[in-house]
């Protein structure tokens, strides 16, 4: 057990590496040739560019200007200075909403802190020593400010259920008023935003096959019928996956061709070779030039017939479309109402915005959906509860002796003492912490599993996931010792008054634990956040090997959003600890107010300066965040209940009890108040925005504004001629199954490439998405490598 | 423990009881002077007159002709003529939807029962002795047919298991395919009728405050700026809850004062008299006419006043209003989305049908919903738990010497050895029984309570509440021994996992009761449906006393409906017993089938000639009973799982443990399938109703037949100049909110009494209800008495 100064030796050691952190962040960002890893944002909003352009040629890379040196630590005052307006301009709701998160948790835990502190340390430091703790615990000096001091049966207990009391009414209270202003602030952003196509689009999925009729023709008649005076047009989705899959395919092959092309140009002594068999590791050596060239002919070809496909194929039309409204109102109506008789037919709902669309899951047949999810949600179930048994099997293989036969040419260097000690300590846990990085790319894939068609609600069940995993396995499992399977079999065979009985009366123990856990993952981790250390390194990395062009380099830089799935959770966790020390051991309050400071002032910066969202989903995650803290509140309830019942203050229980049923009922109060303003849109808002614009703007053409907003990204690389096919509704001229003609379409070309508006308005889209004059750049999906072929050395 | 023997008795006793009821009511039926007992329905549909005009008079009371006596028990094939289509004209869908649920039962448990006792009875009894049961317990006959007889550890098991999983999938389908067509026949039946107010009508509550607007503009307004295509007229609704409360206190006065009238009438030479005190017990002795017509007097001067009250103050219209729309999908679309940016103003729901609606709960304001609800649901969970607590209490001063105490002049009979005895023995029960018979009463205001304001939604919630109450108290509470609270208190200290196990062992041994419990509730107790004897008894009182003439005898025999708050828990226990014992002791099986098919029959007899439904809620109830059906299967899949663990058969818990999350899955698809069906109205249905209408009756006057369907009923004992002023939207003339006017009507004043075309359909409603043209009989409440002058005798 940790005495004080461990506690105070673990705080320095943290402090210093998070100090360090700031340091070298501090130092790296001035540096110019750093300046578009740590300001991104503001070369995309086109406020900033190249800094290299002045000075000369060592200023283009190191910053010389001694003064700035001085000031290294400015960051902070100029994070704090952008004001939440300007924010939401800038960055978008999302990012507001997600620094109110951090305000929150000051707001809140700030008065609970300084109260904890003044009230119940004194309480427990004079309740007298902890006597009656069984002499094989071993006592910590931590424990001795904590409500283990206290004496059984003590009348000082209703102090630190006055105080739970307290806490409970102040949380909800600021809980309430967060609700409260930002289901304001999300309709006052909706309402203020120009006209956005998912504003009018509603995606109906479920299209029944009507004999003899296609799919356009179907979802055309039916609005039409149901609909009539509102239905303006339709755009039908065609399964372009394979399509995808080979442009993705041919991207990369692109890549290598320019590599070695540049390499060829740089050393014209030696052409590029390779070997053509799997992975370039064997077979016969060919000149690599050539092959990557005939290795593109030929998927281009497949390229070519796959669009024929889709063009001409009416299968490969998706039974979902995007259908559009000639009104805010209509769409609203639309997207709430049930359509068909069959409730599992024409199933509609709001269309998210196109940037936000996850095309591959509009694929997926609707008969599979539950099935998907029963399945999705076993799984999540058994990675939680079960995620050891892979792990320590893999465990089990990766020893010495393994690592010997699999590569015996590195015996002699593993039985060096030094290195052999090292790996023993270092083999059985990497499988762990592979496992612990992967995790959120893992939870991510199983939530696309689970077929929603929007990133940002793909991102919300990820971020869901997550949290169960860190309840059980980082709250849970750190307080019960054995995993969490073991945890769950104790437990299934457990009395259910017993359960927060075993885990309230250790809680008081692990409270060194998770200090030193905050200090680690909270203030350490967050100072390495703002220092971007990845990102650093692939952009430097990408400007050696592949930048020739300033535009390269732009591309070089992926500015990344907020990481929702990971900061999402790992906040909520923090605030379950908060929560649940705040009466237990309140020394533990301080550490999570710093680390709120902190992580407010480092994503604040990194909102301001790096971070670019894909999607704007107007706050829709903080419902989830609500519900978690009520869920943090319930938990302390219960495990104070508890740990109280233990120290036989038993006729606490029912002063107890009145807790939990008062905030479930909060809660549902909550969410019958504020919740649909989260997941509807009421018509009194359409219709005022509807008329609003028929006043401000009473001939926009609204058919051509939304013609191509819901256009596979796909279709953006396709040829003129192509396009008329699919964007039937822009030029009038034929529907979409109909045999493709050779007459060109009527409009002006530049309409096609650059629609009059650009359908996102708070911030323009950035280039390498929705960019249709570039189309071997095809990138719907983020992840998809652009290609880069000159060296940027050769060009400075 | 009862033997076969007993059981044998018992069901003797049981039959024959049940029979004396059927040929009592088979002697009864036939007498002309019940004919209004047992044929109310036809008398109401027109079909039937009093068949007391053709014979001399003695035939009219007693019925002379022999013949019929051979044949009483005609009435079970009668019952069976009419086909479903017919019933569904003749009593609605409710009563079909009703009967389909015991069709259902014998669908299901025909095959189940010939299956299990070919399968399981060999099974078990070839098993062996019940050697492995402890000594203290006393083993039934019953038993060697069940499970028990199976040694621990037997391969047999899988049987009983394989036949779990075929009754599992064999349920499922049967469910499955009754609630498909379930869902048919209701979207058929809306489909098929003909215009009803309720298809274009929303009821809106929570309607805000808007200073200086009366609410009615407000509404108006509100309506006409989001739905300007689709709103047509709306109407206030007026608190005249404390009106209704006068006219029911006049009407007793009058019903008083009649009786007291008819009396001097039969003996001039004595004018009754009554004490002026309270309830008539003390004070002055006064002359009964004169007290009662001076009573009237009184309260018809305080109900002149409400009434100017309702119809001047605007504080008596309430914040909720009918909102009409000219077609059935503008109704639709306001029914389904939300209307204002504060998702707690301007709720929308579908307007229940006039008759449905329960005025006096539209008068709750919104806010303290939430809090009734809240408070409900403890209640009731106290209720179901800790019923036995009171009623102890009153056990405890319910006996000879309180008895004695209170009334002392009975000394003499109590002390009898004979009375003392039976008292000894009835009187304790007396509080429980007393407290069973009014629990439905008691559940249906608890509903009330919560604010429903439908009455087919208050008997639902009365229904799910009793449901719960059967569910605990009478099938685990006779499971397990002891009250249902020290049942919770051990529950609560058990480990999840032995509750199954606590269960599933003691279910065997209970079979007996349970077939005893059949028995008598179901047996007999369906039997003594039949006879009416109540109804019969009432009927014959008021004929005696009160009626004067046809009309008034006609009023004197209320059908009433079914009573689905207490058939609908009863059935489901039914099938619950059924599923969790058919694997377990297969013989109960029989017994359920014979209590499905008799039910059956009564119930239709009962709802061609008896029942007059006050509402039709087109089979809502359903998914209700479908769900209830479901965890029935999961309870029984549990406690087997349970019982099998006991019977050291622990390798079986994977295979069982599939069931239940392939049931929760099956329900989990049922619901997103169907139940919309019951919920929604989706727009392609409506639409298609509507352009039919527009086609066949191009020019019909809606608002008109809108103007005044959902006037509240008090309104119709209103002067004709007054209601110029609430049925605003009929005559076009003022608001309501306006002064009172002179000016009369212009329309004539039949149409004010007998709207053009009645608002209900398929049955037209009773007398008693909306009929304007007897404004003294108020009677929106069904228990209001009618009052009744004449003697019956004096007339014949």
Chains 1, 2 share one sequence.
Not at 401 to 407: C, F, I, P, T
Request: charged fraction near 20%.
């Amino acid at each position: 057990m940790a005495t004080l100064q461990d506690i105070g030796v673990s705080a320095f050691i943290n402090i210093v590496t998070a100090f360090a952190f700031l340091l070298a962040f501090a130092l790296l960002r001035i540096q110019p040739i750093n300046d578009r890893v740590y300001f991104p944002k503001w070369y995309i909003s086109g406020a900033r560019s190249s800094p290299r352009r002045a000075g000369n040629f060592v200023g283009k890379f190191v910053n010389l200007n001694v003064k700035t040196y001085f000031t290294f630590l400015n960051w902070m005052p100029q994070a704090m200075k952008m004001s939440q307006t300007e924010i939401i301009n800038h960055a978008g709701l999302d990012s507001a909403v997600f620094l109110r998160i951090y305000t929150l948790g000051l707001k809140i835990f700030i008065p609970m802190t300084i109260l904890a502190l003044l009230i119940l340390i004194p309480v427990n430091v004079s309740s007298g020593t902890l006597f009656f703790l069984r002499k094989e615990l071993v006592v910590s000096d931590i424990d001795k400010l904590s409500i283990s001091n206290v004496r059984p049966e003590s009348i000082r207990f209703f102090v630190h259920i006055a105080l739970q009391y307290l806490f409970t009414v102040w949380i909800c209270f600021m809980l309430y008023k967060e609700y409260d202003i930002i289901a304001s602030m999300r309709l006052r952003f909706l309402a203020s935003q120009r006209r956005r196509a998912e504003q009018f689009t509603v995606v109906v999925s479920n299209v029944p096959h009507v004999s003899g009729k296609s799919k356009s023709d179907t979802v055309e008649q039916f609005f039409k019928t149901n609909h009539p005076n509102t239905y303006l047009c339709q755009q039908a989705v065609y399964n372009a996956n394979k399509f995808a899959k080979l442009v993705r395919k041919r991207d990369r092959l692109q890549n290598w061709l320019d590599y070695n092309q540049l390499k060829f140009e740089r050393h014209p002594d030696k052409r590029p070779t390779r070997k053509s068999g799997f992975l370039g590791f064997w077979g016969e050596r060919v000149d690599s030039i050539d092959y990557y060239k005939k290795q593109i002919e030929e998927i281009e070809k497949r390229m070519a017939l796959e669009r024929q496909k889709i063009l001409k194929d009416s299968k490969y039309i998706l039974p979902v479309a995007f259908v559009s409204f000639n009104s805010r109102w209509g769409a609203a109506v639309c997207a709430q109402t049930q359509q068909s008789k069959n409730p599992t037919l024409w199933l509609t709902n709001w269309a998210p915005e196109p940037r936000d669309i996850y095309w591959r899951n509009l694929a997926i047949p609707f008969v599979s959906l539950s099935i998907r999810k029963l399945i999705i949600s076993l799984s999540v179930f058994a990675l939680v509860f079960f995620y050891m048994i892979p792990i320590a099997f893999v465990q089990s293989l990766a020893n010495l002796e393994g690592l010997e036969r699999v590569a015996p040419f590195l015996r002699p260097v593993i039985e060096l003492e030094f290195i052999k000690s090292f790996l023993q300590g270092f083999l059985p846990g990497l499988a762990l912490k592979i496992f612990l990085y992967i995790l959120p790319t893992i939870l991510m894939i199983m939530s696309k599993i689970e077929g929603y068609i929007a990133v940002s609600t793909l991102e919300r069940r990820a971020a869901a996931k997550y949290y169960y995993f860190m309840l059980v396995n980082v709250f849970l499992g750190s307080i019960v010792t054995g995993t969490a399977f073991e945890q769950l079999h104790s437990f299934l065979h457990q009395s259910p008054t017993q359960i927060p009985r075993t885990i309230g009366v250790s809680i008081p123990m692990k409270a060194t634990f998770f200090i030193t856990y905050i200090m680690v993952d909270g203030w350490a981790g967050i100072a390495g956040e703002i220092l971007r250390l990845k990102p650093l390194v692939i952009f430097h990395l990408k400007n050696m090997f592949l930048v020739k062009t300033e535009r390269d380099r732009e591309k070089a830089m992926d500015p990344g959003s907020v990481d929702f799935p990971e900061t999402l959770p790992s906040l909520q966790l923090y605030f379950l600890l908060g929560i649940v020390y705040a009466v237990v051991t309140p020394i533990l309050l301080p550490f999570i107010l710093v680390f709120f400071a902190l992580a407010y002032l480092v994503y604040r910066h990194q909102i301001i300066n790096v971070y670019n969202q894909q999607y704007e989903s107007a706050g829709a995650f903080w419902p989830h965040v609500h519900s978690r803290i009520i869920a943090s509140l319930l938990i302390s309830q219960l495990l104070l209940m508890g740990l109280l019942s233990t120290k036989k203050a038993a006729n606490s229980t029912p002063l107890l009890v009145i807790l939990p049923i008062l905030t479930l009922s909060f809660h549902k109060y909550c969410k019958s108040r504020f919740e649909p303003a989260f997941r509807k849109y009421p018509l009194e808002e359409a219709m005022a925005k509807d008329l609003l614009d028929r006043t401000t703007e009473p001939d926009i053409n609204l058919k051509a504004y939304l013609a191509d907003a819901y256009l596979h990204p796909i279709f953006h690389s396709f040829e003129e001629e192509e396009l008329v096919e699919v964007r039937v509704d822009k030029y009038q001229s034929r529907v979409a199954s109909a045999p493709t003609s050779e007459l060109s379409s009527p409009s002006p070309p530049h309409q096609v490439h650059h629609p009059s508006s650009p359908p996102h308005v708070y911030h323009p889209p950035p280039e390498h998405i929705y960019h249709p004059s570039s189309p071997p750049h095809y990138a719907y999906h983020p992840s998809s490598p652009p290609h880069y072929a000159y060296n940027y050395e050769n060009e400075s």
